[in-house]
């Protein structure tokens, strides 16, 4: 099995849990989390020029491994999620923020107090309106300053879809070997 042939079934299995549980945000927040997850693991994959270093990072997702990558200085270190991240976001402006929000549902946070406390109350106020920015410019809405967390959980499907678009085109370029779906 291939890292693309084990990518595809995680994003199907995700796409049928987050149908299946559009009344639960916090579920459905969780499950955008593990669809970005993928995302930003290929990006990373794919923003390796050398295909032997990608085909060993490759190999040890394949076998379970931790990513171990050098460093500047030539050490070795564990490659960390907040690496991937800021990688991701530098093609996609929104991947911080949506990865940030969807850890606070996968961890046990006062997010998940949501019947009681609006979680996007609790974002500071520039990533508040930076939410809102790319929701509004990607999905068309919501249309309030302020919007309940039941108006937000209403555009996680389209999040959702946003990021498995992302991902099937990025999968099919690391199939190929090819980072041309990596522009800057």
């Not at 927040?29 to 085909?55: C, F, G």
């Not at 309940?148 to 690391?174: A, G, M, Q, W």
Request: charged share 30%; hydrophobic share 35%; with cysteine.
């Amino acid at each position: 099995m291939t890292t693309s042939e084990m990518l595809k079934p995680r994003s199907k299995e995700n796409y049928e849990a987050i149908n299946r549980n559009s009344d639960l945000p916090s579920i459905m927040a969780s499950i955008l989390r593990q669809e970005l997850d993928s995302m930003i693991r290929v990006i990373y994959l794919l923003n390796i020029k050398d295909l032997i270093e990608r085909e060993r990072l490759m190999s040890e997702l394949m076998n379970g491994k931790t990513w171990i990558v050098s460093t500047k200085k030539g050490k070795s270190r564990k490659l960390r999620d907040k690496d991937m991240v800021d990688l991701s976001n530098e093609f996609h402006g929104w991947t911080r923020l949506v990865y940030k929000f969807g850890c606070a549902f996968i961890h046990l946070s006062n997010f998940h107090n949501y019947s009681n406390k609006n979680p996007f109350d609790l974002l500071p106020e520039n990533e508040q309106k930076e939410l809102l920015d790319h929701l509004r410019y990607y999905h068309g809405g919501p249309f309030s300053d302020h919007p309940s967390f039941e108006d937000l959980s209403s555009f996680f499907p389209r999040v959702f879809e946003k990021i498995t678009d992302h991902l099937k085109c990025y999968i099919d370029h690391l199939k190929f070997k090819d980072t041309n779906c990596l522009d800057r």
